[in-house]
C-alpha cells in the first residue's frame, strides 16, 4: 500500500537558519506529492505541491523537488521565521488529477523556530 | 480555493452516544473526503463521501460506526455511532474539484468522549 515517512520531531532552529525536513514516500504509479502546514490553533493550509518527477513545488519561501529516483519530497526554506514554527505534513495522492484518491500522510514534523 | 465549513467546532459527549458532523462547501466540489486526528498523531482518511451512493470506506473504518451522507455537491455529513472514549478526535472534512491536484480542509470538529 502507500505510505509516507517524515522525519519526526520536534525540530528546532534558530531564527534564520536552513530548514530540510526529509519525506519519502511508497505508492503505486505515479502520485502527486504535497506539503501541508498546520499553524498553531489553526486548520490545516495547503503548502505546496508537485504532480509529476522533477516538478518543484514553491510558496512563502519553501520548496521541495519531486525525486522519482529517491521517492522523495524534501521541504526546503533557506532562512527560517518564527512565524513559520508549527507542524508540517507531508502526503500524497496515488490518483491521477481528478481522480477519487483521498491522502496519504506523514507522521507529521513540529518545528520550532527560536528567536 | 473553497471556502469550507463544519459544524459543530466542538463538543463533548458521552460515551454510547451518536454525533453528527456537518460539512458545508461554498462552490460545488466532485470529491469530499473525511479524515480523522487523532490526538497528537497523524491524519487518516476514513472514507470518500459519494453524492446520491454509499461512501467508499477506508480498510478499518465501517459504515455502522461512521455512517456518511452527501445528499448534493456542496454538503456532507458523518456520524459518529456509539461512541467510546477512543474516538476522540479532530474530525475533517476535505474538498477537490474536477481536474485539481489540491486537497482544501476544513476547520475540523474537535470532539471528546467521556
Known amino acids: 500500500g502507500n505510505s509516507v515517512t517524515q522525519m519526526e520531531g520536534p525540530v528546532t532552529l534558530s531564527e534564520e537558519a536552513f530548514l530540510t525536513i526529509n519525506c519519502t514516500y511508497t505508492a503505486t504509479g505515479y502520485p502527486s506529492l504535497f506539503w501541508y502546514v498546520q499553524y498553531p490553533g489553526e486548520g490545516l493550509q495547503l503548502l505546496l505541491k508537485a504532480t509529476k518527477a522533477d516538478d518543484k513545488g514553491s510558496n512563502k519561501g519553501f520548496e521541495a523537488t519531486y525525486r522519482k529516483e529517491t521517492t522523495s519530497f524534501h521541504l526546503e526554506k533557506g532562512s527560517v521565521q518564527v512565524s513559520d514554527s508549527a507542524v508540517y505534513f507531508c502526503?500524497?495522492?496515488?490518483?491521477?488529477?481528478?481522480?477519487?484518491?483521498?491522502?496519504?500522510f506523514g507522521k507529521g514534523t513540529h518545528l520550532i523556530i527560536q528567536p | 480555493s473553497a471556502v469550507i465549513s463544519q459544524k459543530p467546532s466542538r463538543d463533548i459527549c458521552q460515551r454510547g452516544t451518536s454525533l453528527t458532523i456537518q460539512c458545508q462547501v461554498d462552490?460545488?466540489?466532485?470529491?469530499m473526503f473525511w479524515y480523522r486526528q487523532q490526538p497528537g498523531q497523524s491524519l487518516t482518511l476514513i472514507a470518500t463521501?459519494?453524492?446520491?451512493?454509499?461512501?467508499?470506506?477506508e480498510s478499518g473504518f465501517v459504515i455502522d460506526k461512521f455512517p456518511i451522507s452527501r445528499p448534493n455537491l456542496t454538503f456532507s455529513t458523518l456520524t459518529v455511532s456509539n461512541m467510546s472514549p477512543e474516538d476522540s478526535s479532530i474530525y475533517l472534512c476535505?474538498?477537490?474539484?474536477?481536474?485539481?491536484?489540491?486537497?482544501?480542509f476544513g476547520p475540523g470538529t474537535r470532539l471528546t468522549v467521556t
Open positions: 463521501a459519494n453524492q446520491g451512493s454509499e461512501a467508499t470506506y
Open positions: 502526503a500524497l495522492s496515488a490518483g491521477s488529477g481528478g481522480g477519487a484518491d483521498g491522502l496519504t
Open positions: 462552490s460545488q466540489v466532485t470529491m
Open positions: 476535505s474538498v477537490r474539484t474536477t481536474g485539481s491536484y489540491e486537497q482544501y
